[in-house]
């Protein structure tokens, strides 16, 4: 049993680095950027042309509904970011992303992921991985905002996600919950 959790172990390192060595072979595909905080990336309704991995920052994914600014999604250090359906399809974003605060970004166009994706599985495989991941947070943010009440969101957003409370400006946190800044606020001082 010890040989086979070893062996299984080593097979997982040596993906890995397999995977890492792919990653570099593209890494001439990605420009880096700073960016200030609060800059549009992508405006809602916008053609996605380009992808974002996050160096350093925070950025959010927000919609308009009737006038209302709605933040619904937030990506830190180590993970990446686009408008997926509309990067791929040429479709109009469903949502804009913005900086939250000061970032550091390695950016990758539409023609260089489609080089990228097509001439290594690895990568491909690994990207359909992380759109599978988000498919299941979506999913489960969908059933929370459904059987969950606003404190008990928040309970789950403190256990899960303390870091998003430590650095996201509340006005957020409050339009991410689905409530006011003031039903925020007695939330967290009843804790």
């Not at 680095?17 to 700073?34: I, S």
């Not at 303390?162 to 919950?177: D, E, G, K, M, T």
Request: hydrophobic share 35%; net charge positive; aromatic share 12%.
């Amino acid at each position: 049993m010890q040989n086979k959790c070893i062996s299984l172990i080593s097979d997982m390192v040596t993906e890995r680095d397999q995977l890492n060595a792919e990653w570099e072979k593209f890494r001439h595909f990605f420009k880096r950027e700073e960016m200030p905080a609060k800059t549009i990336l992508l405006k809602e309704g916008q053609i996605s042309e380009r992808m974002f991995y996050i160096e350093k920052g925070c950025i959010r994914l927000s919609f308009n509904k009737d006038g209302k600014d709605i933040t619904f999604q937030f990506f830190f250090e180590g993970e990446g970011v686009s408008s997926a359906e509309s990067f791929r399809n040429n479709d109009s974003s469903l949502f804009a992303m913005e900086t939250i605060e000061p970032c550091v970004l390695h950016v990758l166009n539409k023609k260089d992921y489609f080089i990228m994706i097509e001439s290594s599985p690895l990568i491909k495989q690994e990207l359909e991985q992380q759109n599978f991941q988000r498919l299941m947070y979506y999913q489960k943010l969908f059933l929370s905002r459904i059987k969950n009440s606003p404190e008990e969101r928040y309970k789950e957003l403190l256990e899960q996600s303390p870091h998003i409370l430590q650095r996201v400006p509340q006005h957020y946190i409050a339009s991410f919950l689905g409530i006011t800044p003031v039903s925020l606020s007695r939330i967290r001082n009843r804790k």
